[in-house]
């Protein structure tokens, strides 16, 4: 019985142990196309491509993870893309958090304080964008 007993519980260590490494998130958010309603972001290994609306901005590193998810990175953000792009970025702030598959990010524009989202995305979902466009990478 004894034996049983720690044949057992040495299985439901084995498990949790083996359950716990296969939930932690990767350092960095995951590449790909991350879509929602009128948003969209296009990770690669140097960074990503944002729309949020009408609007359009990059993040210039790669986004870096914490270890709940959670980031907050800098780039460059245009609210005044479409539908006439006049090229003005301001500097951001983008940051949120991630499970891995779904995110939510909010861009605040460092200069003036503009906040757009926070958005929801989902990892290989097509941007739902109804009345502005979205790049393609």
Not at 56 to 81: C, Y
Not at 90 to 104: E, F, I, K, M, Q
């Amino acid at each position: 019985m004894a034996q049983r007993r720690a044949a057992v519980s040495g299985l439901v260590a084995w498990l949790l142990v083996a359950c716990g490494d296969s939930a932690r998130l990767p350092e960095r958010l995951p590449e790909g196309t991350w879509g929602g309603d009128e948003a969209g972001m296009i990770v690669g290994a140097t960074g990503a491509h944002v729309h949020v609306r009408c609007t359009v901005g990059d993040i210039e590193p790669p986004i870096a993870l914490d270890p709940q998810g959670r980031f907050d990175a800098p780039g460059r953000h245009n609210v005044d893309a479409f539908p006439v792009d006049r090229g003005i970025f301001h500097p951001a702030r983008y940051s949120g958090s991630t499970d891995g598959r779904n995110l939510v990010l909010t861009v605040r524009l460092t200069d003036t304080g503009q906040t757009l989202g926070p958005v929801g995305l989902v990892l290989g979902l097509e941007p739902r964008m109804v009345n502005c466009p979205i790049c393609r990478r």
